[in-house]
């Protein structure tokens, strides 16, 4: 089985921050490799698939890259609305894995 | 517009079974493969079962021989059925569509999840 890891586990940033999650896979996945956003008590949601795609609808902030084992999701500028917390997800091969998450609160 | 509502979810003993529901909405049910993933208290995502269009099944290895998964397309619902139940898999667990572009996939809605609990 693929194992995803996430990092950092947890990431405190301010509103106008720039971040980024870095995205490991155990094993070359190409660019099957998907992030999603989620909040308590609410639906997760698709934000990029195939490694870089953003999802419809997602705002232009979002951007996301990588290839093989390493991936990256990067928030261009932190709105409110976009403390929650973010996994990657494989779809290379089942079990489709997803990474323990990063936690993104406010600073 | 896309709708995912689970129900079903309830306080189950050690042993037992339970059979979760999702009922679907929205978009042409038949065609799309459908996933369960669950959430344990304080834990991330966990993917656990995909059933495609043609009924063919596919588990994670902790759960298989365990759960079934299925669908009913004349009633847009995909089912959960969990049998010799453990405290582990005391989780929420959510339904969601599977979406395809190309040679991609992915889970592109989400229903907001049953709790299920195994407990005495």
Redesign the interface.
Known sequence: ?IQMTQSPSSLSASVGDRITITCRASQTIS??L?W?Q?KP??????LI??AS?L?SGVPSRFSASGSGTDFTLTISSLHPEDYA?Y?C?Q?YS????????TKLDIK | EVE?VESGGVVVQPGGSLKISCAASGFNFEDYTM?W?RQRPGK????VS?IAWDGSG????SVKGRFTISRDNSRNSLYLQMHSLRSEDTALY?C?KG?V??A??????????TLVTVSS
């Open positions: 089985d660019t099957y998907n999603y989620h008590g609410k639906a997760p949601g698709l698939y195939a795609t999802q917390t996994y997800q779809s089942t079990p489709y894995s997803f990474g323990q998450g | 995912l996933h993933v991330g995502l966990e993917w995909l596919t588990y994670l290895d959510f969601a979406g572009f190309g991609w996939y992915f889970l592109d809605s989400w229903g907001q999840g």
